[in-house]
Nanobody
Framework: LQLVESGGGLVQPGGSLRLSCAAS????????IGWFRQAPGKEREGVSC????????HYADSVKGRFTISRDTGKNTVYLQMNNLKPEDTAVYYC?????????????????WGQGTQVTVSS
């Protein structure tokens, strides 16, 4: 399974970005997908995750109400819509996948990782 993120960039506080995680080689039907982020000097943390088996989603408290994870089965792609961005959201964002498709916010349990995309929130 290969994952490729895109959609990062520089945005002003209060702005929006949509990150994409495109999968190849295998369908995401059998995986859980997580979005993680890592800021300089900080540990990688879970942002959101989605289980392909039952569609359940989870969010970190810091992004609830602002971020939305979704999946397009036809494109084999998972998205992270990020609204009302704050400077503290600045980080490299990674998508990851694990099987069985049980979603968890713990990066340790994910086997496949994308290369990451930079998100910078600054005025």
């Amino acid at each position: 399974l290969q994952l490729v993120e895109s959609g990062g960039g520089l945005v002003q506080p209060g702005g929006s970005l949509r990150l994409s995680c495109a999968a190849s080689e295998y369908t995401l039907d059998y995986f859980a997908i997580g979005w993680f982020r890592q800021a300089p000097g900080k540990e990688r943390e879970g942002v959101s995750c989605l289980s392909s088996s039952d569609g359940s989603t989870h969010y970190a408290d810091s992004v609830k109400g602002r971020f939305t994870i979704s999946r397009d089965t036809g494109k084999n792609t998972v998205y992270l819509q990020m609204n009302n961005l704050k400077p503290e959201d600045t980080a490299v964002y990674y998508c990851a996948a694990r099987s069985p498709p049980i979603a968890t916010m713990e990066p340790f349990y994910y086997d496949y990782w994308g290369q990451g995309t930079q998100v910078t929130v600054s005025s």
